[in-house]
């Protein structure tokens, strides 16, 4: 006889002729966090603070849940197991004039105007980008995922195209590289600063940090004395603005390019604590690629459509 004791791994069995099973179901904070409801360490707060009851009875640290169980918290209550609780991906081309909030004083255009609604679910914003800046912004039903992708520690790239009044000098350039640009904030430094050309007055540069504090690139040029006139992000992490995705259009990854992301930030196991790998180990997805080295050189903007990357394939 197997006693599932799925309430709680801790317990000892009764006797010895009990076995216990450890593993059966999932962490109750781990789908709390991939339902969207926040993350991982978040969820964790909640149960211990009695904001979460399953199947009617209050939650506690350590619990797991299985399939057909309901958990209940104080925003809404969702059936485990059910299919459209899967984490899900959402590649968004923001173009200028939208802001990444749901609410606006000013009534502005907001990029959740324009998602796919989603039942017992809510998209979750992996980042901003402000109201004047365009390209790649990526929407997730996971908080635990979210979090991963916004926090310092776990360092994920950015990569922008910025289009600046002026040309820097060389000087200007290390400087960016090596010793950092002083902001009233701290002090920020980039990863890779290229040369992409211009005419005219105009002059664009690709650029990649591992940092994502408001403005952080825009301030970086003022305060070089070099104003940024356009700006779009073109990779966060190894997920690339597809090119065929036009402004203010949405395209969600499939279920192997989700996997792949899951397992690119390590939350593909029951380790909440397991940092993100430094690459990917199988071949990259239609949309999301191996997180280029420092030093490779990326694609260089078709004229007209600067900052775009060529992504693997056809969806």
């Known amino acids: 006889m197997i006693k599932k004791n799925r309430r709680n791994p801790d317990e000892r069995p009764v006797n010895d002729d009990v076995v216990e099973e450890k593993d059966v179901g999932e962490r109750l904070q781990k789908v709390l966090a991939q339902a969207g409801f926040g993350s991982r360490r978040e969820m964790e707060e909640w149960i211990a603070a009695g904001r979460v009851s399953v199947n009617g009875e209050p939650a506690t ?7 057909g169980d ?10 485990v197991g059910e299919r459209e609780h899967a984490v899900r991906i959402l590649l968004y081309h923001k173009p200028e004039g939208e802001i990444v909030s749901r609410d606006d004083p000013e009534g502005r255009a907001s990029v959740f105007d324009k998602l796919p609604k989603l039942r017992g679910q809510k998209w979750i914003a992996i980042g901003r980008l402000d109201f004047n800046t365009s390209g790649l912004l990526i929407f997730t039903t996971s908080g635990d995922l979210a979090n991963r992708l916004m926090h310092p520690r776990f360092e994920v790239e950015r990569e922008y195209a910025v289009r600046v009044q002026g040309t820097m ?10 010793t950092g640009v002083e902001l009233d904030d701290g002090a920020v430094k980039f990863e890779k600063v ?3 050309g211009g005419e005219g007055f105009n002059h664009w540069y690709r650029v990649m940090l591992k940092e994502g504090r ?3 690139v ?3 040029f003022d305060a070089l004395g070099l104003p ?5 992000r073109v990779r966060f992490g190894l997920v690339n603005l597809p090119p065929r995705l036009k402004r203010g259009m949405t395209a969600e990854l499939g279920e192997g390019e989700v996997a ?19 690459s990917v180990h199988k071949p990259p997805a239609n949309n999301v690629r191996r997180p280029r080295a420092a030093t490779g050189r990326p694609r260089t903007p078709s004229r007209g459509r600067p900052g775009q990357t060529k992504a693997g394939g056809k969806r």
């Not at 309901?70 to 059936?79: A, D, F, G, N, S």
């Not at 000098?169 to 090596?178: C, G, K, R, Y």
Request: proline share 2%; glycine share 4%; net charge negative.
């Open 61 to 67: 640290l350590g619990m797991r849940v299985v399939a």
């Open 169 to 178: 000098t060389e000087e200007q350039m290390a400087q960016l590289l090596n």
């Open 228 to 232: 940024v006139s356009r700006l779009i």
């Open 214 to 216: 408001n403005r952080v």
């Open 70 to 79: 309901l958990v209940k918290t104080e925003r809404r209550t969702i059936r």
């Open 218 to 220: 825009r301030r970086s």
């Open 260 to 278: 792949q992301v899951l397992d690119w930030v390590g939350l593909n196991t029951d380790d909440a604590d397991t940092e993100a790998p430094q």
């Open 194 to 196: 290229e040369d992409e």
